[in-house]
């Protein structure tokens, strides 16, 4: 019985680096796309696609995952990729917008509805959630490695034009208005800052508690749009209690 169990534990905690490693390669798979799209997919001629290629290796991504990212932005192939999103409520009521990039909607479609089918949510037609979030400018800062003081990157991210600023142990999370988050993150970067994370966001009004009885569920619902490679973004309004935000 304690080999079961131990071999249980031990999956689990796969199961769960599985799916933060997902999570982030779907990040960047996100930003490469974004970066290649905004100007020339030649990296040696894209500061901005350099540095999230440079993310991508040090996050151990497979090269064909980060040209994928690419060649969806550059429509290498003559494939034609669409950007739709999908609005839905995941088990418990908790609203959850997807982001997807896509060269047959009928597929995305179907694969979106089934996942949330799965798992006991519901998709919903557009708009039905979208008013419970807002869009925002985020830049992020490891604290990591950073010869600065919280006073110094408050007064520098300021002055760059940026909105607001928050730290937690880890980071510093930086907000703007979703027009000023190219001009903030270049001045940022011209003052020396290695940015974590440079993006225009969804950001939930509020965050609904997931019903303990209803986690599973929830988290198979992630699960799978994570797994889905024309997902290219997930946005949670809900939260569980006892976990941090990532």
Not at 165 to 183: G, H, N, V, W
Request: aromatic share 6%; no cysteine; proline share 3%.
């Amino acid at each position: 019985m304690s080999g079961h169990s131990k071999w249980h534990n031990i999956q689990g905690r796969k199961n769960a680096q599985d799916a933060k490693r997902g999570k982030i390669f779907q990040k960047i798979s996100r930003d490469l796309y974004q970066a290649a799209k905004a100007g020339d997919p030649d990296p040696a001629n894209n500061p901005q696609l350099r540095l999230v290629m440079e993310k991508a290796n040090a996050a151990n991504m497979p090269k064909k995952n980060v040209q994928r990212a690419i060649d969806k932005a550059t429509g290498a192939g003559g494939a034609n990729y669409e950007e739709i999103t999908y609005e839905g409520y995941a088990p418990g009521g908790v609203a959850v917008m997807v982001s997807a990039l896509t060269d047959n909607k009928n597929r995305t479609a179907a694969a979106v509805r089934s996942a949330f089918t799965h798992s006991g949510g519901s998709l919903g037609a557009n708009g039905s959630v979208s008013y419970m979030f807002h869009r925002q400018g985020l830049i992020e800062i490891l604290r990591e490695g950073l010869d600065k003081s919280e006073d110094d990157v408050m007064m520098d991210a300021l002055d760059a034009g940026a909105d607001d600023m928050k730290s937690t142990d880890d980071k510093f999370i930086i907000s703007t208005e979703p027009s000023q988050l190219t001009a903030v993150r270049d001045a940022l970067q011209d003052k020396g800052y290695d940015l974590d994370t440079a993006e225009v966001t969804m950001i939930p009004e509020n965050k609904t508690k997931v019903p303990d009885d209803k986690i599973s569920q929830y988290q198979h619902l992630i699960d799978e749009l994570q797994n889905n490679d024309d997902v290219a973004d997930i946005y949670e309004a809900g939260y569980i209690e006892g976990q941090e935000d990532d």
